[in-house]
């Protein structure tokens, strides 16, 4: 079946830890993103990237990197420097045409991050 | 100024009735899209509708519909016949323009809807 694994359901960070938040598709859609949702909150978009090797800061960009080496891979990493990184994550993917597309997003189960 | 608002936090409604959830809107775009998303106590964000402002009929998925208002800038999602599998947050979101954008949207706080038996 088609969809976006996300990996682990559940991740505990030390302090002072880079933690490493896995997203995977099989919708062959070139665009994918991530967002970090806290309790009583939308979506705050963290990083996307439309295309592989390239990739945009969101609105809450500090203290997260991304890489997009392969089309089906868009790895979040929660550095140290995030300091409430406390959150639920979210990836999500799509396609990327213009002309008032739908341009839906699918999403990921998420990942729920905790400070030990 | 929030560019999606959902003002009610959370709404209860009886199984087998109608329920509507509120979304405002504010754009200067001419061409945008409305989504819809229920989020499960699971987490995962499902897809449920979507309207284009240029579509002239109001968006319909099975049991769910989108009571689009333009010149409101209301897209309130009515939930037909509620089931307790339907008891979720729902969200409302938009994205803007068609030109060089990123078609990136943006997201409402969320309604938790509550079904009762």
């Known amino acids: 079946d088609g969809g976006i694994t996300q990996s ?3 991740l505990f960070r030390k302090e002072g830890q880079n933690v490493t938040l896995s997203c995977e598709q099989n919708l062959n859609h070139d665009a994918m993103y991530w967002y970090r949702q806290d309790p009583g909150q939308g979506l705050r978009l963290i990083y996307y990237s439309q295309i592989v090797n390239d990739f945009q800061k969101g609105d809450i960009a500090e203290g997260y990197s991304v890489s997009r080496e392969k089309k089906e891979s868009f790895p979040l990493t929660v550095t140290s420097a995030q ?4 959150a639920f994550y979210l990836c999500a993917s799509s396609i990327v045409r213009s002309g008032g597309a739908k341009n839906i997003q699918y999403f990921g189960a998420g990942t729920r991050l905790s400070v030990l | 100024a929030q560019k999606i608002t959902q003002t009610q936090p959370g709404m209860f409604v009886q199984e087998k009735e109608a329920v509507t959830l509120d ?3 504010d754009t200067s775009d001419q061409s945008y899209g409305l989504f819809w998303y229920k989020q499960p106590s699971s987490g995962e964000m ?6 284009g402002s240029y579509d002239e ?3 319909t998925e099975g049991r769910y519909s989108l009571n689009f208002q333009k010149a409101r800038k209301s897209a309130n999602l009515v939930i037909s016949a ?3 599998g339907d008891s979720a947050m729902y969200f409302c979101a938009m994205r803007e323009g068609i030109s060089g954008g990123s078609y990136i949207p943006t997201f409402g706080r969320g309604t938790s809807l509550i079904v009762h038996p």
């Open chain 1, 8 to 10: 682990p359901k559940y």
């Open chain 1, 83 to 86: 300091k409430n990184p406390t």
């Open chain 2, 23 to 25: 979304c405002t809107y």
């Open chain 2, 46 to 51: 499902i897809f449920l509708i979507y309207q």
């Open chain 2, 57 to 59: 009929q109001n968006a």
């Open chain 2, 82 to 84: 509620s089931q307790l």
